[in-house]
T-cell receptor, first 111, second 114 residues
């Protein structure tokens, strides 16, 4: 089955700096890679996703890159703000199948 | 409904009790997933339904765990003879189609087994 590893487990950045979270996956059949944000005590919510036919996708301050050859993908947040503080999960999955999640990165944006 | 609804939000059970957790997905969503999220961890897959058919139950940790979705809408996750290691948040999620896409999660049911 799929195995997703996520690093770092915690990340502290100053407001305005960039944050990068990296994930690797094991199953070459995976073709869908979403990122979820989970605030304390809340439900996970999708913030951006990428499919294997593209290498990069951007939405305002958030971008995701995918390297299928190396089986890794990354989340980039620029100009971080205090409201970006949360736990971020990467995930990987194939067509019509379950998603396997990483173990999460706790991002703390300090003033 | 407007979103995925789960009940109860909090459940405390004594070891050995049976519990039932309910999920009401977004109306019209074909696929429904159950995930288990231990404290400080990512969601871990339990089982997956497409309409009323349970297509994958490979993540259920033991035969004490059972899920159903008899009419292709509301789903129930039942845990028999609860153990302390069952303590976790149980997340339900639904998607509009049978293909991989955005999971819409509920708020979760936090189970504490004493």
């Amino acid at each position: 089955g799929e195995n997703v590893e996520q690093h770092p487990s915690t990340l502290s950045v100053q407001e305005g700096d960039s944050a990068v979270i990296k994930c690797t996956y094991s199953d070459s059949a995976s073709n869908y890679f979403p990122w979820y944000k989970q605030e304390l005590g809340k439900r996970p919510q999708l913030i951006i996703d990428i499919r294997s036919n593209v290498g990069e996708k951007k939405d305002q301050r958030i971008a995701v890159t995918l390297n299928k050859t190396a089986k890794h993908f990354s989340l980039h947040i620029t100009e971080t703000q205090p409201e970006d503080s949360a736990v971020y999960f990467c995930a990987a999955g194939g067509t019509a199948s379950k998603l396997t999640f990483g173990t999460g990165t706790r991002l703390q944006v300090t003033l | 409904g407007a979103g995925v609804s789960q009940s109860p939000r909090y459940k405390v059970a004594k070891r050995g009790q049976d519990v039932a957790l309910r999920c009401d997905p977004i109306s019209g969503h074909v696929s429904l997933f159950w995930y288990q999220q231990a404290l400080g961890q990512g969601p871990e897959f339990l089982t997956y339904f497409q309409n009323e058919a349970q297509l994958d139950k490979s993540g259920l940790p033991s035969d004490r765990f059972f899920a159903e979705r008899p009419e292709g809408s509301v789903s129930t996750l039942k845990i028999q003879r609860t153990q302390q290691e069952d303590s976790a948040v149980y997340l339900c999620a639904s998607t509009r189609t049978g293909n991989t896409g955005e999971l819409f999660f509920g708020e979760g049911s936090r189970l504490t087994v004493l």
